[in-house]
């Protein structure tokens, strides 16, 4: 089956620190791949649409200037959490597929926590 | 309203008993639709998808009214090892047909007790 893999699972930084992110497809190339946050005891929220070899489609009220989005090939789409703060602290999680009308597989999350 | 909503839960049951999520969807354009599985800190994971014939897979039923916006998932004798929380997901249809993209519901949290 599909399989994701994402990196870092943990992150602890000090406040306006970077992050980056990275999600791998390892068995598909994935066109598309999509970036999660989810905040404790409520459900995933889309933060944007990864597209291969353009630009990312945010949903309303991510700013792009700050959840940068890379996805320069077939097989990885980064996550770049700039100068985070405490409230940025979230669970991200990226998903892909073979096709984006299929089931979506996600990586095993990334826990963000911003000192 | 919501474009995915479920049953808030939680949903406290004793082993072997059926329990029965239910979820609606606003978006009558969706095209597919699936049950997620999420464990406490834990990535959600695949648990079915849902077709319009209705499916089964081992004690586990998914059913689609697309009349109603409608979704169910039941699962009968339940294990400990069922206790997750279960995750309505409707893939939508963007961008003219460019893109889909995955619609969580909030979840129900299921404790099975022994």
């Known amino acids: 089956g599909a399989v994701v893999s994402q990196h870092p699972s943990w992150v602890i930084c000090k406040s306006g620190t970077s992050v980056k992110i990275e999600c791998r497809s390892l068995d598909f190339q994935a066109t598309t791949m999509f970036w999660y946050r989810q905040f404790p005891k409520q459900s995933l929220m889309l933060m944007a649409t990864?597209?291969?070899?353009?630009?990312?489609?945010?949903e309303q009220g991510v700013e792009k200037d700050k959840f940068l989005i890379n996805h320069a090939s077939l097989t990885l789409s980064t996550l770049t959490v700039t100068s985070a703060h405490p409230e940025d602290s979230s669970f991200y999680i990226c998903?892909?597929?073979?096709?984006?009308?299929?089931?979506?597989?996600f990586g095993d999350g990334t826990r963000l926590s911003i000192l | 309203r919501k474009e995915v909503e479920q049953d808030p839960g939680p949903f406290n049951v004793p082993e072997g008993a059926t329990v029965a999520f239910n979820c609606t969807y606003s978006?009558?354009?969706?095209?597919?639709f699936f049950w997620y599985r999420q464990d406490c800190r834990k990535e959600p994971k695949l648990l079915m998808s849902?077709?319009?014939s209705g499916n089964e897979d081992g004690r586990f039923t998914a059913q689609l009214n697309r009349a109603s916006q409608y979704i169910s998932l039941l699962i009968r004798d339940s294990k400990l090892s069922d206790s997750a929380t279960y995750l309505c997901v409707v893939n939508e249809n963007q961008y003219g047909g460019a893109t889909n993209k995955l619609i969580f519901g909030t979840g129900t949290l299921l404790a099975v007790q022994p």
């Open positions: 978006n009558s354009a969706s095209q597919s």
């Open positions: 990864s597209n291969e070899g353009s630009k990312a489609t945010y």
């Open positions: 849902v077709y319009s």
């Open positions: 998903s892909g597929g073979r096709d984006s009308n299929q089931p979506q597989h």
